[in-house]
């Protein structure tokens, strides 16, 4: 397959082409990335990443709308082939992709010349190159506009370290008008080598919710333990409690993991605790399995605190949502990656990770994948791990997160028009 002619409809970009195409955009890739690292912003502050976006979107002519959830902008590129309906009636796709755009509170390595000026912040987690991918994406979709059929809408989310910006872009109807049908997401993954791919079916992060268990019983002077109902008892008999949640009341084929991580009560050595307050988090990878879970734990904390002659409440705040590929997209990235790479570059995570990625708040509503792109350079002493201030990534990988992106919407948007199922 090769380019199409303007008019000629269904045509698919081939991968020897996007190659040639994106090895030539590498340098200005590579100053792009150098120069949203040196601004790194914390989530819901990243006005000058922001205008950066915005600066290179206008200068290419790309369509956007901003602000979404404060900092956020939305571009829209529509491809200008005509459109051939398939048998089914159907049309070339919506394709959404999402690059994150905040940093983190790190204080980086000073040595390396594109070094952060903004004190005590740092692109330790490789969101600079997200946001460069997507935006080469963008200035090649928009170049080759005449070339392909359907549209493509680019997520630049802010706050995915912190408040959950995916959620908050998704509620302000950054899905809609037009409506996505797909929606893709990378990161950076520096246990693998540039080259390398990592990819997962089904469940590939953690669901998280944050606990508080407030513990309540009554005072007394701490020689007269029968005039009261100690608090610290009742927290002693409840955290017990609570370790049958994983051994014992879930299945072993589920992933659960709960962890009490502060406790505060009492106010004198002599005085019986009237009240204890435990925190913690729970991840779960199953929506069922993390509604079970945490039905479990208010009832084990009502129970006991009961039994003790006390009260007990579990009060939940719910934080970033499991992260679930669509197999089928799943497949396409295998397609697309293994005809630029070969597939033996394609490393299966055999486990999902119980950390979170609010990318599954898109995956809520579009079909959809996320992958890792090996970043690391073992040559060249590229391998710190991410949210380390020694974090940096082999900037080869630029152009090639561009080249699979857009291999994969081309991918997606013929998909729709043929009418696979």
């Known amino acids: 397959m090769k380019v199409a002619e303007s008019g000629q409809a269904g045509a698919m970009w081939t991968d020897p082409w996007l190659k040639e195409q994106t090895d030539a955009m590498l340098p200005m890739l590579i100053e792009i990335r ?35 959830a404060d900092t956020g902008i939305v ?56 946001m460069t991918i997507a935006l080469g994406a963008a200035w090649l979709l928009k170049k080759y506009q005449d070339h392909w059929s359907g549209a493509v809408k680019i997520f630049f989310q802010p706050a ?22 797909y929606v893709l997401g990378l990161h950076m993954m520096p246990a693998y080598e540039y080259g390398e791919v990592e990819l997962k079916y089904d469940d590939l992060n953690a669901s998280s919710d944050e606990i508080k268990l407030v513990i309540k019983g009554k005072n007394s002077h701490g020689a007269y333990p ?41 106010t004198a050595a002599n005085v019986v605790a009237d009240e204890v307050v435990l925190t913690g988090t729970l991840r779960t990878t199953n929506p069922q399995t993390r509604k079970e879970a945490k039905e479990y734990i208010s009832r ?6 009961r039994a003790y002659g006390g009260q007990g409440e ?35 995570k055999p486990f999902p990770s119980l950390g979170v990625e609010d990318f599954s708040f898109f995956l809520n509503r579009a079909p959809g994948a996320f992958y890792h792109l090996g970043c690391a350079c073992k040559e060249k002493g590229i391998e ?24 994969l919407v081309m991918r997606l948007t013929e998909k729709a028009c043929s009418g696979e199922e």
């Open 34 to 68: 150098r120069r949203l690292h040196e601004h790194p912003e914390l989530g819901t502050g990243e006005y000058e990443t922001g205008k950066i976006i915005r600066e290179y979107l206008e200068q290419w002519g790309i369509a956007y709308s901003y602000p979404c």
């Open 75 to 130: 571009a829209v590129i529509e491809g200008k082939l005509k459109e051939e309906k398939s048998e089914k009636g159907r049309q070339a796709a919506v394709v959404g992709l999402r690059a994150d755009m905040d940093a983190l509170p790190l204080e980086e390595d000073p040595s390396r010349p594109y070094c952060s000026k903004n004190p005590g912040v740092m692109h330790a987690c490789g969101h600079d190159a997200h």
């Open 226 to 266: 029968d005039q009261g109902i100690d608090a610290i008892a009742e927290a002693a008999a409840v955290i017990q409690s609570l370790q049958t949640l994983v051994s014992r009341r879930t299945s072993p084929y589920q992933n659960v993991v709960l962890s009490l991580g502060t406790i505060n009560g009492g």
């Open 300 to 305: 084990v904390t009502e129970e006991i605190c």
């Open 160 to 181: 995915e370290e912190t408040c959950g910006g995916a959620e908050r872009m998704v509620n302000e109807g950054c899905m809609e008008n037009p409506h996505v049908d």
């Open 384 to 407: 710190a791990p991410l949210h380390n201030r020694s974090f940096d990534i082999d900037e080869r990988v630029l152009a090639l997160g561009v080249r699979l992106q857009t291999g």
């Open 314 to 348: 579990a009060v939940f705040t719910p934080g970033y949502d499991a992260l679930i590929n669509t197999n089928e997209i799943v497949d396409v990235v295998i397609d697309t990656v293994s005809e630029a790479l070969g597939r033996e570059h394609i490393h299966f």
